[in-house]
Antibody, heavy 119, light 106 residues
Framework: QVQLQESGPGLVKPSQTLSLTCTVS??????????WSWIRQHPGKGLEWIGY???????YYNPSLKTRFTMSVDTSKNQFSLKLSSVTAADTAVYFC???????????WGQGTLLTVSS | EIVMTQSPATLSVSPGERATLSCRAS??????LAWYQHKPGQAPRLLMN???TRATGIPARFSGSGSGTEFTLTISSLQSEDFAVYYC????????FGQGTKVEIK
């Protein structure tokens, strides 16, 4: 059974850089069959896809989002990560990691981690 | 960006009754539509892809239909474990989600 687990700081101050990590078990981020995605949900709102990373390191980000996001993958740890620079209160959300199939839908998700941006 | 609109926002249903959830796309997405179930504190669960193909392990009481811009998720006889929020997502273009329909106990 594939499982994904997000980890992150929980609380960050405005203007800081956020780092989140997703640890995958029961599957491999090195598999060429999948893409590894981040999705977020602002309080009381719907889901917003942030982007994906492939095992090779290639990335694709949501064109409607400003380019403050950076994704990376660590195949040795079976993890992938998200960095978000210059965070503001508008980045407060639950962040999910998910495995994405081609075409682009998601068959396994993590439970999500709440990020709060506050001074 | 393809905008997905779900209705109703909240659906109150008694256990054993049928629930019908709607999802509309702002432009045609063909059959490139998925449905997810999300319960608080849990990982979202894939129910359907290709608009009408049940994901592995999804009970037959869940069915999906539609193509183009209009889609429906039907739960034929609601069980207690089905009360949750349901999201549609198109993948004809980069992924976008609906705002969700909360199915609550009447």
């Amino acid at each position: 059974q594939v499982q994904l687990q997000e980890s992150g700081p929980g609380l960050v101050k405005p203007s800081q850089t956020l780092s989140l990590t997703c640890t995958v078990s029961g599957g491999s981020v090195s598999s060429g069959d999948y893409y590894w995605s981040w999705i977020r949900q602002h309080p009381g709102k719907g889901l917003e896809w942030i982007g994906y990373i492939y095992y090779s390191g290639s990335t694709y980000y949501n064109p409607s989002l400003k380019t403050r996001f950076t994704m990376s993958v660590d195949t040795s740890k079976n993890q992938f990560s998200l960095k978000l620079s210059s965070v503001t209160a508008a980045d407060t959300a639950v962040y999910f990691c998910a495995r994405m199939l081609s075409p682009y839908y998601f068959d396994y998700w993590g439970q999500g981690t709440l990020l709060t941006v506050s001074s | 960006e393809i905008v997905m609109t779900q209705s109703p926002a909240t659906l109150s249903v008694s256990p054993g009754e049928r629930a019908t959830l709607s999802c509309r796309a702002s432009q045609s997405v063909s059959s490139n539509l998925a449905w997810y179930q999300h319960k608080p504190g849990q990982a979202p669960r894939l129910l359907m892809n290709g608009a009408s193909t049940r994901a592995t392990g999804i009970p037959a009481r869940f069915s999906g239909s539609g193509s183009g811009t209009e889609f429906t998720l039907t739960i034929s006889s609601l069980q207690s474990e089905d009360f949750a929020v349901y999201y549609c997502q198109q993948y004809n273009d980069w992924p976008t989600f609906g705002q969700g329909t909360k199915v609550e106990i009447k």
